[in-house]
């Protein structure tokens, strides 16, 4: 009876942790996501301390697709901290997401440590 809970128990730990794996596998993948996220708002921050720097009566346009639009200084600088914001928050998600799935794989692999060492000490017995 207890040689069966065992089995069980053994293979669902051993089935979370190859989940928790390829979890992790899909977040490593993320590693180029990250880097053009970081890059979207080092750009943004860039390009807002230009614009800041331009006086008021210059005129600034937006790229919209395949044509430019005429806004005022205010309305870009803003576009540009919000972006430069959302990239922050994007890249601390994904490292989050990546930190708790490998301390999830750790406890997945030490229940299964010690239920092979509890398997063992048992059959020592």
Known sequence: MADAELKKAFTEL???????????K????????????????KHAELTYMEVKQTSGDTKLYES????????????????LKDRAANSRES??????????????????????RELVESKKTTIAK
């Open 26 to 41: 899909a977040v490593d993948n993320q590693v180029k996501k990250i880097e053009q996220c970081k890059n979207r708002g």
């Open 14 to 24: 051993k089935n979370k942790s190859v989940e928790t794996a390829t979890r992790i």
């Open 91 to 112: 890249i601390q998600k994904l490292e989050n997401q990546k930190s708790y799935l490998s301390k999830n794989l750790k406890e997945s692999e030490n229940a299964l």
């Open 64 to 79: 919209v697709g395949r044509m430019f639009v005429l806004e005022d200084q205010d309305t870009i600088l803003e576009q």
